[in-house]
Each structure stands twice: as structure tokens, then as C-alpha cells.
């Protein structure tokens, strides 16, 4: 069974329907990234491993941040952030 945690980051109370609505507006493109998003971190791992991403980050300003790991490995974490314009880049 696979799993995968979403954070939604807001800066106060008040603020948070707001945070949860945008977050909820990116959600399918953000999914839609995860296999480029997999693709790059397994590239970056090398030695022919296979990361899943088993987090999203979504930050106030609608930045990501994907946390992605071999299914084998409880410590070593590559992340990979999506600007608030969609570009993917290492963090």
C-alpha cells in the first residue's frame, strides 16, 4: 500500500480557507507533475534507484515542495520544489 502526505501551509487562522481553497485549485496540476517530479529525483539519486515522491508541500505563495524517497530508505530524502510559476528545479 503506497501513501503520500499533503501539507498546506497558511500564515495565521484567518487565513486558512483561503490557503486550503488555492491549494485545492493546484492539486491536479501538482499530480499531474509527480512522474516528471519522480523521474528527476531518481535521476539525481543515480545508481539506478527508483524515488516516489511521498510528500507535497504547498506554501502560502502556491511554491511546492515534493519530498521524494526509495520506498527502501527512511533517511535519504531528494526534494524538489515547484515555483509559484511552475517550474521544477532541486532544492
Not at 65 to 80: G, L, M, Q
Request: charged share 25%; with cysteine; glycine share 8%.
Amino acid at each position: 500500500m503506497g501513501r503520500m502526505l499533503v501539507w498546506v501551509f497558511y500564515l495565521d487562522r484567518e487565513d486558512r480557507l483561503s490557503r486550503l481553497s488555492m491549494a485545492n485549485s493546484i492539486f491536479p496540476a501538482l499530480l499531474a507533475e509527480i512522474p516528471k517530479v519522480e523521474v528527476m529525483a531518481s535521476k539525481l539519486a543515480g545508481n539506478g534507484q527508483y524515488l516516489q515522491v511521498i510528500g507535497i508541500s504547498i506554501k502560502p505563495d502556491g511554491s511546492t515542495r515534493y519530498s521524494c524517497r526509495h520506498e527502501d530508505d527512511d533517511e535519504n530524502e531528494i526534494h524538489i520544489v515547484r515555483t509559484g510559476d511552475g517550474r521544477l528545479m532541486l532544492l
